[in-house]
């Protein structure tokens, strides 16, 4: 059974830094493209990185592009995201997604539960 | 970079209703599209993919339909299990969720 598990969530203060963890079991994690999308209190789902298989290629939205890093351990089967000078906007439930390819594009299939990441002085 | 609108963004519907969701892209995606559905306090859940594909274990009376700019999921026969709200999402180029439709009990 495919699982993925974020960790990491909590009480930041604004401009301070944070590490999402997400846990991978149940498939052969190094040869998929990993994301991570987040979803502000209330609000819509916003896409916010990507990283290959492989880890050479990786991708940001513009609203956190040298900001954060998105990073993977094949090893220990778990995807990253190193946040840094975090802002009130960047507040929300943070999701992992398994990206499967079909037809020569990905979609995502299975989804963490979230975890949540709260900036406030 | 290509940007998703749907309507309509609520929509007041009984069991039993057909209902039918609009998504339309910025620019030409083919067939690149997804449809999730997501329920408070949960992650989302892939329903379509491919415009038209339906995901495994998914119920029959979703559907969807649509390529270019233009896609529409419908849900024949709607169950008290499918009040929530729907996302599309484009994957032709990086990815992008559209704004979202909240289906509630009219």
């Known amino acids: 059974e495919v699982q993925l598990v974020e960790s990491g969530g909590g009480l930041v203060q604004p401009g301070g830094s944070l590490r999402l963890s997400c846990a991978a079991s149940?498939?052969?994690?190094?040869?998929?493209?990993m994301h991570w999308v987040r979803q502000a209190p209330g609000k819509g789902l916003e896409y916010v990185s990507s990283i290959s298989g492989n880890a050479e290629s990786t991708f940001y939205a513009n609203s956190v592009k040298g900001r954060f890093t998105i990073s993977r351990d094949n090893f220990k089967n778990t995807l990253y995201l190193q946040m840094g000078s975090l802002t009130t906007e960047d507040m929300a439930v943070y999701y992992c997604?398994?990206?499967?390819?079909?037809?020569?594009?990905?979609?995502?299939?299975?989804w963490g539960q979230g975890t949540l990441v709260t900036v406030s002085s | 970079d290509i940007q998703m609108t749907q309507s309509p963004s609520t929509l007041s519907a009984s069991v039993g209703d057909r209902v039918t969701i609009t998504c339309r892209a910025s620019q030409s995606i083919s067939s690149w599209l997804a449809w999730f559905q997501q329920k408070p306090g949960k992650a989302p859940n892939l329903l379509i993919y491919q415009a038209s594909s339906l995901e495994s274990g998914v119920p029959s009376r979703f559907s969807g339909s649509g390529s270019g700019t233009e896609f529409t999921l419908t849900i024949n026969s709607l169950q008290p299990d499918d009040f929530a709200t729907y996302y599309c999402q484009q994957y032709s180029f990086y990815f992008t969720f559209g704004p979202g439709t909240k289906v509630d009990i009219k």
């Open positions: 997604a398994r990206e499967r390819s079909y037809g020569g594009k990905g979609n995502f299939d299975y």
């Open positions: 149940g498939f052969t994690f190094g040869i998929y493209s």
